[in-house]
């Protein structure tokens, strides 16, 4: 079982983190797709669900 970890941030710091992650990414659709299909290599697997859970907390997407 994999143990949690809360992290607490605020709003700038989570827009901060969120920009960070999208800048890295060069096909933004391509990986949201491969995201979306559980194509992705592990590492990119946790930016995709940081991705997707930053955009939930910020009402985006």
């Known amino acids: 079982m994999t143990t949690m970890a809360v992290r607490v ?3 700038d710091e989570a827009e901060h983190r969120y920009q960070t992650l999208r800048d890295a990414i060069v096909d933004l659709e391509a990986f949201r797709r491969r995201g979306a299909a559980f194509e992705l290599d592990a590492h990119d697997a946790t930016v ?3 991705l997707v859970d930053l955009e939930f907390l ?3 997407r």
């Open 9 to 11: 941030m605020t709003r």
């Open 48 to 50: 995709y669900d940081e």
């Open 58 to 60: 910020l009402d985006r």
